[in-house]
């Protein structure tokens, strides 16, 4: 059964229990998104609700290994080599309509939003971990003065602050 948004933000001290419990409470009622609640009632910020989401997701997507899979060129050329490193996107196929992306947990909420707004296909996404994705952006979209280490060390940097 997967973690609810709720208890994911009380185990990380964003809510308290009873502040959950509340938010359920109107939630019952209003019919709202549970993130919505939290922050127009307790002033929980946008970034910890995207960050307990993300979670949430990651826990529920398949899980797979980039370097193992061989893009075609079609796939690829859906998103540029910038956007692929920046972004932390790996295009991987067509399930039909849809676009299988791989991406880590830490650049989920990034990846929604960039290909919400760049990708016209619908898609869903696949997890990796941070150097996986280093690695298969490096094979796939290599980029003078980009490597899986610098991938990591920029999510590490964006994590301390």
Known sequence: MAVRLGDLLVQRGVLTG???D?????????????GELAERLFG???????????TQYAMLAPKIDPRLRVPSAKVLGLVERRQAWQFGVLPIEFEGHDLVVCTTEAHLARALRFCGWRIVHPCSFVITDLATLGEALDLHYPMAGMSAD????????????
């Open 150 to 161: 610098d991938l990591v060390q920029v999510m590490q940097r964006r994590w301390a602050s």
């Open 22 to 34: 509340q938010i359920v409470e109107v939630q019952l009622t209003s019919g709202r998104p549970f």
């Open 18 to 20: 009873a502040q959950r």
């Open 44 to 54: 929980v910020s946008p970034s910890a609700i995207e960050g307990a989401w993300a």
